[in-house]
Protein backbone atom coordinates (compact mmCIF):
# COMPACT_ATOMS: atom_id res chain seq x y z
CA UNK A 1 0.00 0.00 0.00
CA UNK A 2 2.94 1.71 1.02
CA UNK A 3 3.89 2.42 -2.85
CA UNK A 4 0.50 3.02 -3.74
CA UNK A 5 -0.70 6.27 -1.81
CA UNK A 6 2.54 7.64 -1.73
CA UNK A 7 4.76 8.83 -4.45
CA UNK A 8 7.92 11.12 -4.69
CA UNK A 9 5.20 13.61 -6.98
CA UNK A 10 2.83 13.99 -3.68
CA UNK A 11 2.70 17.36 -2.12
CA UNK A 12 4.20 17.55 1.41
CA UNK A 13 2.31 16.36 4.37
CA UNK A 14 1.81 19.70 5.78
CA UNK A 15 -0.47 20.81 2.70
CA UNK A 16 -2.89 18.14 3.07
CA UNK A 17 -2.66 18.44 6.90
CA UNK A 18 -3.72 22.17 6.61
CA UNK A 19 -7.08 20.77 4.84
CA UNK A 20 -7.75 17.86 6.91
CA UNK A 21 -7.77 20.11 10.13
CA UNK A 22 -9.67 22.84 8.89
CA UNK A 23 -12.18 19.79 7.70
CA UNK A 24 -12.35 17.96 11.19
CA UNK A 25 -12.88 21.49 12.54
CA UNK A 26 -15.42 22.53 10.45
CA UNK A 27 -16.94 19.31 10.93
CA UNK A 28 -17.35 19.78 14.42
CA UNK A 29 -18.98 23.45 14.50
CA UNK A 30 -21.17 21.61 11.82
CA UNK A 31 -22.38 19.16 14.61
CA UNK A 32 -22.36 22.06 17.24
CA UNK A 33 -24.96 24.05 15.25
CA UNK A 34 -26.96 21.24 13.77
CA UNK A 35 -29.48 21.09 17.14
CA UNK A 36 -30.27 24.49 16.71
CA UNK A 37 -31.71 23.94 13.45
CA UNK A 38 -34.68 21.69 15.14
CA UNK A 39 -37.24 24.32 14.12
CA UNK A 40 -37.27 23.63 10.73
CA UNK A 41 -37.51 20.27 10.07
CA UNK A 42 -41.01 20.61 9.28
CA UNK A 43 -39.84 21.18 5.82
CA UNK A 44 -37.61 21.56 3.02
CA UNK A 45 -37.46 24.92 0.77
CA UNK A 46 -34.38 26.48 -0.64
CA UNK A 47 -33.53 29.32 2.31
CA UNK A 48 -30.76 31.67 3.57
CA UNK A 49 -30.43 30.07 6.72
CA UNK A 50 -30.45 26.15 5.51
CA UNK A 51 -28.06 27.77 2.94
CA UNK A 52 -25.39 29.08 5.84
CA UNK A 53 -25.65 24.97 7.13
CA UNK A 54 -25.59 23.31 3.95
CA UNK A 55 -22.44 25.31 2.95
CA UNK A 56 -20.95 25.42 6.24
CA UNK A 57 -20.73 21.57 6.34
CA UNK A 58 -20.51 20.88 2.31
CA UNK A 59 -17.70 23.02 1.72
CA UNK A 60 -16.30 23.17 5.29
CA UNK A 61 -15.99 19.45 5.66
CA UNK A 62 -16.86 17.37 2.67
CA UNK A 63 -15.11 19.49 0.17
CA UNK A 64 -11.81 20.90 2.02
CA UNK A 65 -11.40 17.13 2.99
CA UNK A 66 -12.21 16.00 -0.73
CA UNK A 67 -9.64 18.85 -2.00
CA UNK A 68 -6.99 17.73 0.54
CA UNK A 69 -7.42 14.32 -0.29
CA UNK A 70 -7.09 15.27 -4.44
CA UNK A 71 -4.00 16.63 -3.32
CA UNK A 72 -2.11 13.96 -1.97
CA UNK A 73 -4.18 11.32 -4.43
CA UNK A 74 -3.83 13.10 -8.06
CA UNK A 75 -0.34 12.55 -8.37
CA UNK A 76 -1.17 8.62 -7.43
CA UNK A 77 -3.78 8.23 -9.74
CA UNK A 78 -2.50 9.95 -13.08
CA UNK A 79 0.90 9.15 -11.63
CA UNK A 80 2.13 12.91 -12.44
CA UNK A 81 3.27 15.39 -9.77
CA UNK A 82 0.74 18.36 -9.40
CA UNK A 83 1.01 21.39 -11.57
CA UNK A 84 1.48 23.73 -8.28
CA UNK A 85 2.02 22.83 -4.69
CA UNK A 86 1.89 26.90 -4.23
CA UNK A 87 -1.94 27.57 -6.08
CA UNK A 88 -2.70 24.85 -3.28
CA UNK A 89 -1.56 27.10 -0.50
CA UNK A 90 -3.17 30.46 -1.78
CA UNK A 91 -6.46 27.95 -2.25
CA UNK A 92 -6.59 27.57 1.27
CA UNK A 93 -5.92 30.45 2.64
CA UNK A 94 -8.77 32.23 0.22
CA UNK A 95 -11.07 29.32 0.58
CA UNK A 96 -11.51 29.43 4.68
CA UNK A 97 -11.73 33.20 4.46
CA UNK A 98 -14.39 33.18 1.70
CA UNK A 99 -16.08 30.25 3.22
CA UNK A 100 -16.29 32.18 6.37
CA UNK A 101 -17.52 34.91 5.40
CA UNK A 102 -19.76 33.13 3.05
CA UNK A 103 -22.18 31.02 5.89
CA UNK A 104 -22.25 34.42 8.07
CA UNK A 105 -23.36 36.33 5.46
CA UNK A 106 -26.06 33.53 4.49
CA UNK A 107 -26.86 33.22 7.87
CA UNK A 108 -27.48 36.48 9.37
CA UNK A 109 -29.89 39.26 7.97
CA UNK A 110 -27.79 41.82 8.66
CA UNK A 111 -24.58 40.62 6.96
CA UNK A 112 -26.00 39.77 3.65
CA UNK A 113 -24.24 42.77 1.81
CA UNK A 114 -20.79 40.57 2.56
CA UNK A 115 -22.21 37.59 0.66
CA UNK A 116 -20.91 38.92 -2.49
CA UNK A 117 -17.04 39.18 -1.27
CA UNK A 118 -17.29 35.97 0.59
CA UNK A 119 -18.89 33.87 -2.56
CA UNK A 120 -16.14 35.76 -5.01
CA UNK A 121 -13.27 34.35 -2.27
CA UNK A 122 -14.64 30.89 -2.39
CA UNK A 123 -15.01 30.88 -6.19
CA UNK A 124 -11.81 32.38 -6.93
CA UNK A 125 -10.16 29.84 -4.70
CA UNK A 126 -12.11 27.13 -6.60
CA UNK A 127 -10.82 28.23 -9.89
CA UNK A 128 -7.22 28.19 -8.93
CA UNK A 129 -7.98 24.72 -7.46
CA UNK A 130 -9.88 23.33 -11.08
CA UNK A 131 -6.92 25.45 -13.05
CA UNK A 132 -4.26 23.52 -10.87
CA UNK A 133 -5.80 20.65 -11.73
CA UNK A 134 -6.52 20.70 -15.32
CA UNK A 135 -2.89 21.91 -15.93
CA UNK A 136 -2.08 18.77 -13.80
CA UNK A 137 -3.65 16.69 -16.98
CA UNK A 138 -1.17 18.58 -19.33
CA UNK A 139 1.39 15.62 -19.01
CA UNK A 140 -1.01 12.69 -18.88
CA UNK A 141 -0.47 9.71 -20.54
CA UNK A 142 -3.13 7.73 -19.81
CA UNK A 143 -6.45 8.47 -19.22
CA UNK A 144 -7.75 5.67 -16.84
CA UNK A 145 -11.62 5.17 -15.54
CA UNK A 146 -10.45 7.15 -12.58
CA UNK A 147 -8.98 10.23 -14.36
CA UNK A 148 -11.84 10.69 -16.61
CA UNK A 149 -14.02 10.74 -13.78
CA UNK A 150 -11.83 13.59 -11.80
CA UNK A 151 -11.71 15.26 -15.24
CA UNK A 152 -15.31 15.59 -15.57
CA UNK A 153 -15.98 16.03 -12.25
CA UNK A 154 -13.62 19.19 -12.11
CA UNK A 155 -15.60 20.39 -15.45
CA UNK A 156 -18.95 20.26 -13.26
CA UNK A 157 -17.19 22.13 -10.47
CA UNK A 158 -16.52 25.13 -12.78
CA UNK A 159 -19.63 25.30 -14.34
CA UNK A 160 -21.96 24.63 -11.40
CA UNK A 161 -20.18 27.23 -8.87
CA UNK A 162 -20.29 29.75 -11.63
CA UNK A 163 -24.38 29.44 -11.62
CA UNK A 164 -23.84 29.37 -7.62
CA UNK A 165 -21.88 32.85 -7.86
CA UNK A 166 -24.27 33.98 -9.81
CA UNK A 167 -27.29 33.22 -7.73
CA UNK A 168 -25.19 34.62 -4.69
CA UNK A 169 -24.61 37.93 -6.55
CA UNK A 170 -28.48 37.90 -7.58
CA UNK A 171 -29.27 37.49 -3.49
CA UNK A 172 -28.13 40.94 -3.20
CA UNK A 173 -27.87 42.85 -6.38
CA UNK A 174 -31.05 41.21 -7.60
CA UNK A 175 -31.01 41.73 -11.62
CA UNK A 176 -32.42 38.06 -12.59
CA UNK A 177 -34.71 38.12 -14.89
CA UNK A 178 -35.48 34.28 -14.75
CA UNK A 179 -36.47 32.50 -11.12
CA UNK A 180 -33.33 32.36 -9.27
CA UNK A 181 -34.11 28.99 -8.06
CA UNK A 182 -33.80 26.74 -11.50
CA UNK A 183 -30.34 28.39 -11.44
CA UNK A 184 -30.22 26.57 -7.61
CA UNK A 185 -31.60 23.88 -8.43
CA UNK A 186 -28.59 23.17 -11.49
CA UNK A 187 -26.11 24.57 -9.14
CA UNK A 188 -26.90 21.78 -6.34
CA UNK A 189 -26.71 18.84 -8.39
CA UNK A 190 -23.88 20.11 -10.44
CA UNK A 191 -21.70 20.41 -7.15
CA UNK A 192 -23.08 17.44 -5.20
CA UNK A 193 -23.37 15.23 -8.19
CA UNK A 194 -21.56 16.50 -10.68
CA UNK A 195 -18.67 17.43 -8.47
CA UNK A 196 -18.75 15.37 -5.09
CA UNK A 197 -20.07 11.84 -6.07
CA UNK A 198 -17.85 12.01 -9.52
CA UNK A 199 -15.21 12.67 -7.43
CA UNK A 200 -15.89 9.88 -4.57
CA UNK A 201 -16.78 7.41 -7.85
CA UNK A 202 -13.28 8.00 -9.11
CA UNK A 203 -11.45 7.55 -5.97
CA UNK A 204 -13.36 5.17 -4.70
CA UNK A 205 -12.23 2.78 -7.37
CA UNK A 206 -8.98 3.23 -6.35
CA UNK A 207 -8.84 3.41 -2.37
CA UNK A 208 -11.50 0.59 -1.89
CA UNK A 209 -9.89 -2.06 -3.63
CA UNK A 210 -6.66 -0.40 -2.14
CA UNK A 211 -7.47 -0.85 1.42
CA UNK A 212 -9.60 -3.92 1.11
CA UNK A 213 -6.85 -5.79 -1.20
CA UNK A 214 -8.94 -6.57 -4.05
CA UNK A 215 -7.82 -7.12 -7.51
CA UNK A 216 -8.70 -7.79 -11.26
CA UNK A 217 -12.24 -7.60 -10.79
CA UNK A 218 -14.56 -6.22 -13.95
CA UNK A 219 -14.79 -2.74 -14.26
CA UNK A 220 -17.51 -2.35 -17.00
CA UNK A 221 -20.26 -1.45 -14.58
CA UNK A 222 -18.27 1.93 -13.57
CA UNK A 223 -17.25 2.81 -17.16
CA UNK A 224 -20.65 3.04 -18.23
CA UNK A 225 -21.65 4.22 -15.16
CA UNK A 226 -19.50 7.41 -16.24
CA UNK A 227 -20.96 8.17 -19.44
CA UNK A 228 -24.07 7.44 -18.02
CA UNK A 229 -23.74 9.90 -15.06
CA UNK A 230 -22.01 12.56 -17.28
CA UNK A 231 -24.67 12.73 -20.17
CA UNK A 232 -27.49 12.45 -17.24
CA UNK A 233 -26.43 15.29 -15.31
CA UNK A 234 -25.74 17.67 -18.70
CA UNK A 235 -29.36 16.94 -19.24
CA UNK A 236 -30.49 17.52 -15.69
CA UNK A 237 -28.65 20.94 -15.87
CA UNK A 238 -29.82 22.31 -19.16
CA UNK A 239 -33.50 21.06 -17.82
CA UNK A 240 -33.65 22.82 -14.71
CA UNK A 241 -32.10 26.12 -16.33
CA UNK A 242 -34.52 25.85 -19.24
CA UNK A 243 -37.45 24.51 -16.87
CA UNK A 244 -37.75 22.28 -19.44
CA UNK A 245 -39.64 18.95 -17.07
CA UNK A 246 -39.90 15.99 -19.51
CA UNK A 247 -35.28 16.08 -20.15
CA UNK A 248 -35.15 16.22 -16.24
CA UNK A 249 -37.18 13.19 -16.20
CA UNK A 250 -35.12 11.19 -18.92
CA UNK A 251 -32.13 12.88 -16.86
CA UNK A 252 -33.01 11.78 -13.73
CA UNK A 253 -33.97 8.42 -14.85
CA UNK A 254 -29.95 8.27 -16.56
CA UNK A 255 -28.39 9.63 -13.37
CA UNK A 256 -30.37 6.71 -11.42
CA UNK A 257 -29.23 4.11 -14.00
CA UNK A 258 -25.32 5.66 -12.95
CA UNK A 259 -26.00 5.12 -9.58
CA UNK A 260 -27.03 1.55 -9.58
CA UNK A 261 -24.13 0.71 -11.55
CA UNK A 262 -21.85 2.22 -8.90
CA UNK A 263 -23.08 0.07 -6.24
CA UNK A 264 -22.97 -2.66 -8.78
CA UNK A 265 -19.52 -2.10 -8.77
CA UNK A 266 -18.65 -1.71 -4.93
CA UNK A 267 -20.71 -4.79 -4.25
CA UNK A 268 -17.92 -6.41 -7.26
CA UNK A 269 -15.49 -4.77 -5.37
CA UNK A 270 -16.91 -6.06 -1.85
CA UNK A 271 -16.95 -9.99 -2.73
CA UNK A 272 -13.92 -10.18 -4.46
CA UNK A 273 -12.01 -8.36 -1.57
CA UNK A 274 -8.88 -10.85 0.33
CA UNK A 275 -9.16 -8.74 3.52
CA UNK A 276 -12.28 -9.69 5.58
CA UNK A 277 -11.49 -8.10 8.35
CA UNK A 278 -13.85 -5.61 9.82
CA UNK A 279 -11.86 -2.84 11.28
CA UNK A 280 -13.10 0.60 11.90
CA UNK A 281 -12.71 1.46 7.92
CA UNK A 282 -14.81 -1.49 6.84
CA UNK A 283 -17.61 -0.33 9.07
CA UNK A 284 -17.81 3.13 8.15
CA UNK A 285 -17.55 2.13 4.26
CA UNK A 286 -20.91 -0.71 4.85
CA UNK A 287 -22.35 2.01 6.84
CA UNK A 288 -22.14 4.65 4.40
CA UNK A 289 -22.24 2.06 1.51
CA UNK A 290 -25.87 1.35 3.00
CA UNK A 291 -26.75 4.83 3.42
CA UNK A 292 -26.02 5.65 -0.01
CA UNK A 293 -28.52 3.15 -1.35
CA UNK A 294 -31.23 4.00 0.87
CA UNK A 295 -31.18 7.65 0.79
CA UNK A 296 -31.36 7.34 -3.28
CA UNK A 297 -33.76 4.68 -2.90
CA UNK A 298 -36.22 6.49 -0.50
CA UNK A 299 -35.42 9.78 -2.66
CA UNK A 300 -36.71 7.91 -5.74
CA UNK A 301 -40.28 6.56 -3.51
CA UNK A 302 -40.51 9.98 -1.91
CA UNK A 303 -40.99 11.91 -5.90
CA UNK A 304 -42.62 9.25 -7.34
CA UNK A 305 -45.43 9.79 -5.01
CA UNK A 306 -44.83 13.37 -3.76
CA UNK A 307 -43.84 13.00 -0.21
CA UNK A 308 -41.43 16.28 0.81
CA UNK A 309 -40.94 14.97 4.27
CA UNK A 310 -39.59 11.75 3.39
CA UNK A 311 -37.61 13.61 1.04
CA UNK A 312 -36.19 15.67 3.51
CA UNK A 313 -35.25 12.24 5.14
CA UNK A 314 -33.64 10.64 2.19
CA UNK A 315 -30.98 14.01 1.93
CA UNK A 316 -30.39 14.17 5.31
CA UNK A 317 -28.96 10.10 5.20
CA UNK A 318 -27.25 10.88 2.12
CA UNK A 319 -25.57 14.33 3.61
CA UNK A 320 -25.09 12.92 6.94
CA UNK A 321 -24.86 8.84 6.96
CA UNK A 322 -23.24 8.80 3.76
CA UNK A 323 -20.95 11.46 2.90
CA UNK A 324 -19.62 11.65 6.20
CA UNK A 325 -19.27 8.03 6.91
CA UNK A 326 -17.26 7.66 3.85
CA UNK A 327 -15.16 10.72 4.39
CA UNK A 328 -14.10 9.91 8.03
CA UNK A 329 -13.76 5.91 7.17
CA UNK A 330 -11.08 7.34 4.82
CA UNK A 331 -9.31 10.02 7.21
CA UNK A 332 -8.47 6.31 9.53
CA UNK A 333 -6.39 5.13 6.39
CA UNK A 334 -5.12 8.02 4.78
CA UNK A 335 -3.93 10.15 7.59
CA UNK A 336 -1.98 7.85 9.57
CA UNK A 337 -0.35 6.64 6.34
CA UNK A 338 0.64 10.02 5.72
CA UNK A 339 2.27 10.74 9.09
CA UNK A 340 3.58 7.35 9.28
CA UNK A 341 4.85 7.58 5.73
CA UNK A 342 6.40 10.93 6.92
CA UNK A 343 7.83 10.27 10.19
CA UNK A 344 8.66 6.23 10.30
CA UNK A 345 9.42 5.66 6.65
CA UNK A 346 12.85 6.64 6.67
CA UNK A 347 13.00 3.80 9.81
CA UNK A 348 12.33 0.83 7.97
CA UNK A 349 14.54 -1.70 8.59
CA UNK A 350 16.59 -0.36 11.26
CA UNK A 351 13.54 -0.01 14.02
CA UNK A 352 10.85 -1.09 14.98
CA UNK A 353 8.13 0.78 13.38
CA UNK A 354 4.26 0.82 14.19
CA UNK A 355 1.52 -0.61 12.32
CA UNK A 356 -1.27 2.11 10.44
CA UNK A 357 -4.18 0.84 12.34
CA UNK A 358 -1.75 1.42 16.11
CA UNK A 359 -2.26 5.38 14.77
CA UNK A 360 -6.18 5.51 15.69
CA UNK A 361 -7.27 4.91 18.97
CA UNK A 362 -9.40 1.62 18.06
CA UNK A 363 -11.84 2.35 20.88
CA UNK A 364 -12.68 6.06 20.35
CA UNK A 365 -12.98 4.81 16.28
CA UNK A 366 -15.44 2.26 17.69
CA UNK A 367 -17.43 4.63 19.30
CA UNK A 368 -17.61 7.24 16.92
CA UNK A 369 -18.62 4.54 14.37
CA UNK A 370 -21.73 4.03 16.40
CA UNK A 371 -22.40 6.72 18.00
CA UNK A 372 -22.42 8.64 14.40
CA UNK A 373 -24.62 5.78 13.02
CA UNK A 374 -26.82 6.19 15.85
CA UNK A 375 -27.24 9.35 16.23
CA UNK A 376 -27.72 9.72 12.27
CA UNK A 377 -30.43 7.31 12.37
CA UNK A 378 -32.34 9.03 15.29
CA UNK A 379 -31.96 12.34 14.20
CA UNK A 380 -33.17 10.99 10.74
CA UNK A 381 -36.43 9.27 12.13
CA UNK A 382 -36.61 12.78 14.38
CA UNK A 383 -36.95 14.13 10.71
CA UNK A 384 -39.58 11.67 9.16
CA UNK A 385 -41.73 12.31 11.68
CA UNK A 386 -41.17 16.14 12.79
CA UNK A 387 -40.31 15.40 16.63
CA UNK A 388 -37.87 17.79 17.29
CA UNK A 389 -37.22 16.32 20.64
CA UNK A 390 -35.71 12.72 18.56
CA UNK A 391 -33.84 15.42 15.84
CA UNK A 392 -32.13 17.33 18.71
CA UNK A 393 -31.10 13.51 20.89
CA UNK A 394 -29.97 12.23 17.32
CA UNK A 395 -27.78 15.59 16.62
CA UNK A 396 -26.31 15.66 19.81
CA UNK A 397 -25.18 12.26 19.65
CA UNK A 398 -23.39 13.65 16.46
CA UNK A 399 -21.36 16.28 17.81
CA UNK A 400 -20.13 13.97 20.74
CA UNK A 401 -19.03 11.77 18.18
CA UNK A 402 -17.04 14.95 16.14
CA UNK A 403 -15.63 15.57 19.18
CA UNK A 404 -14.06 12.13 18.91
CA UNK A 405 -12.97 12.17 15.44
CA UNK A 406 -11.23 14.86 16.17
CA UNK A 407 -9.14 13.48 19.15
CA UNK A 408 -8.13 10.45 16.69
CA UNK A 409 -7.23 13.27 14.17
CA UNK A 410 -5.31 14.83 17.16
CA UNK A 411 -3.45 11.46 18.26
CA UNK A 412 -2.73 10.43 14.52
CA UNK A 413 -1.22 13.57 13.96
CA UNK A 414 1.08 13.67 17.11
CA UNK A 415 1.76 9.99 17.00
CA UNK A 416 5.66 9.93 17.01
CA UNK A 417 6.20 13.58 16.94
CA UNK A 418 9.48 13.90 19.38
CA UNK A 419 10.82 11.14 17.02
C1 LIG B 1 -18.52 29.74 -4.94
C2 LIG B 1 -19.15 28.76 -4.37
C3 LIG B 1 -20.64 28.75 -4.10
C4 LIG B 1 -21.55 29.77 -4.09
C5 LIG B 1 -21.28 31.23 -4.33
C6 LIG B 1 -22.83 29.21 -3.78
C7 LIG B 1 -24.02 29.92 -3.70
C8 LIG B 1 -25.26 29.40 -3.44
C9 LIG B 1 -26.50 30.15 -3.38
C10 LIG B 1 -26.62 31.64 -3.62
C11 LIG B 1 -27.49 29.31 -3.08
C12 LIG B 1 -28.98 29.65 -2.92
C13 LIG B 1 -29.26 30.05 -1.50
C14 LIG B 1 -30.63 30.69 -1.36
O1 LIG B 1 -31.32 30.91 -2.35
O2 LIG B 1 -31.00 30.99 -0.21
C15 LIG B 1 -26.90 28.00 -2.91
C16 LIG B 1 -27.59 26.87 -2.54
C17 LIG B 1 -27.00 25.66 -2.30
N1 LIG B 1 -25.69 25.32 -2.55
FE1 LIG B 1 -24.19 26.57 -3.09
N2 LIG B 1 -22.70 27.86 -3.59
C18 LIG B 1 -21.37 27.54 -3.77
C19 LIG B 1 -20.81 26.30 -3.71
C20 LIG B 1 -21.50 25.15 -3.34
C21 LIG B 1 -20.93 23.84 -3.23
C22 LIG B 1 -19.47 23.52 -3.55
C23 LIG B 1 -21.90 23.01 -2.79
C24 LIG B 1 -21.85 21.53 -2.51
C25 LIG B 1 -20.81 20.79 -2.42
C26 LIG B 1 -23.11 23.79 -2.66
C27 LIG B 1 -24.33 23.28 -2.26
C28 LIG B 1 -25.50 24.01 -2.18
C29 LIG B 1 -26.74 23.49 -1.64
C30 LIG B 1 -26.98 22.07 -1.12
C31 LIG B 1 -27.67 24.53 -1.71
C32 LIG B 1 -29.14 24.51 -1.24
C33 LIG B 1 -29.16 25.21 0.11
C34 LIG B 1 -30.47 25.11 0.84
O3 LIG B 1 -30.82 24.00 1.20
O4 LIG B 1 -31.13 26.13 1.05
N3 LIG B 1 -22.83 25.08 -3.01
N4 LIG B 1 -25.56 28.08 -3.15
Redesign the pocket.
Known amino acids: MAKQLATEMAPPFNLVAHYFIAGAFFYMLTSFVLPFYADEIGG?F???S??SL??QY??GF??IMIFGAMYQLVPVILEIPLFSKDFAYIQFYMYVVGLSI?TFA?GVDKLLFLLPYG?LL??IS?LIFTVNIFLTYRNLQRWSISAKFIFVSNIF?FV??TL??I??LN?YYGFLEID?LQL?HA??AG??IG??LMTVMGVALVLIPMFSLSHGFDEKPIERGFYFVSIGLVLYMVAMIGALGWLATIAEALILISFGLFAYQMWIIFTTRIRKQNDFWAKNMMASFAFFILSIVIFVIASLFGLDQLRMFAGYLFFFGFLAMIIIGHIYKVLPFLVWYQRYSPLVGKQKVPMLNDMVVEKVADWQFWLTFAGTVISAFGILIVNQFLFIAGTLMMAVSAFLVLYNIYYTLTYGKDL
Request: hydrophobic share 70%.
Open positions: YVSSLASHLLVMMFAVYMLSVGLAALVVHIVLYV
